[in-house]
């Protein structure tokens, strides 16, 4: 690859006067001659749309799986990650803000990786995945979609680290290539969203997450950070968790982390150790086996238990992690499922 090279966006459709409409996610912005979509990263140039950021990597790391959060998915496995520029949200508290917000190449340093020598790099690097994280996997779709393919190839699973805003055309594009979708649900209301994340359509969100579930067998885990006073009432954290716990299942893991100010946020303090136990309490009401308290170093909820008979299965502090009480996906003392995949089997499509 040089850095002359431009790819044609996949899912997008010509419009009249060299309009063109993309489909990569539930914006669906009608793009005129020479402008941008809403994620910067997809021009139109004479009625073609162009990636702008196909193989232009940010950042990359080989990380521990933990750390996407997955905590059912290759427990103690390395992952190599990869971020690109851009995002299709705006959120007010975003972390990695300097190569979310931004043009392709106004972030900081960046370097072109052809999706083989990504995939050679994880190998060498002695990963067992590969994830999309950092930035939205979705807006460098293209480029996602071809390392997957062949990561999938040669044996490696693969990673949406993803704020779940994708069309179904789209995840049904890569689905077949898609092991694991760590999807944020950030709230659970139309007010949330709109002030923290400057989106109207959130509910995409949830229709993505059940779709990458039950259509393509995707192992799936749900963040949510939780802000005081946008998202740490009552009303919507037993929103979120009766939502998963009805249409992903019982099993599916929810991180409850921890809000620390930043970007365009910092009038707001971290949120209380208190605030997120409660919302642990929450989901355990509402039925989810296993809610995790998150970004609190220590805390005893980082360690997965055995819901029927209380074993350790897999001991965790920050990033040590230990899989000790485990048979396959099970309890080992009494069989009871806790949804750990450690293959990348699935199910044939619904
Ligand atoms: S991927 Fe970008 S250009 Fe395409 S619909 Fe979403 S925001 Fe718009």
Not at 118 to 147: K, M, Q
Not at 181 to 189: A, L, P
Request: one cysteine or more.
């Amino acid at each position: 690859m040089t850095t002359s090279d431009l790819i044609e966006a996949k899912l997008y459709e010509p419009l009249s006067g060299s309009r063109v409409r993309c489909h990569v996610c539930p914006w669906r912005c009608d793009i005129g001659p020479g402008k941008l979509g809403v994620c910067r990263m997809r021009h139109n140039r004479d009625g073609v749309l162009y990636s702008l950021n196909y193989g232009l990597v940010s950042s990359i790391a080989a990380d521990p799986i933990e750390k996407k959060p997955l905590f059912h998915f290759y427990p103690a496995t390395q992952c190599f990650s990869l971020g690109s520029y851009g995002c299709n949200f705006h959120c007010i508290h975003c972390q990695n803000w300097s190569i979310s917000c931004t043009e392709p190449r106004g972030g900081g340093p960046s370097q072109l990786l052809a999706p083989d020598v990504a995939v050679e790099l994880a190998r060498r690097h002695g990963c067992a995945g590969l994830s999309w994280t950092y930035n939205e996997p979705t807006i460098w779709f293209e480029y996602t979609y071809d390392c997957a393919r062949l990561a999938r190839q040669q044996g490696l699973y693969t990673v949406y680290v993803t704020n779940g805003f994708i069309t179904t055309e789209a995840l049904d594009e890569i689905g077949p290539y898609l092991d694991a979708f760590r999807v944020d649900i950030k709230g659970f209301s139309d007010s949330l969203y709109r002030d923290l994340a400057r989106v109207v359509r959130w509910r995409e969100v949830l229709e993505a997450a059940r779709r990458a579930k039950t259509k393509w067998d995707m192992h799936v885990e749900v963040v949510t950070n939780v802000i005081p006073t946008m998202n740490d009432d009552e009303e919507q954290l037993r929103g979120i968790a009766h939502w998963v716990r009805e249409e992903l299942g019982e099993l599916t893991p929810w991180h409850v982390t921890r809000f620390h100010p930043q970007y365009r946020l910092t009038r707001l303090p971290p949120t209380p150790v208190e605030t997120l136990e409660t919302a642990g309490r929450i989901g355990r009401e509402e039925g989810l086996r296993f809610v995790y308290v998150g970004n609190v170093p220590g805390h005893g909820s980082e360690s997965t238990h055995c819901y029927s008979c209380g074993q350790l299965l897999i001991k965790r502090y920050g990033y040590d992690t230990r899989v000790q009480g485990l048979k396959g996906s099970a309890c080992s003392r009494c069989g009871a499922e806790a949804g750990v995949r450690n293959s990348t089997a699935r199910k044939a499509p619904a």
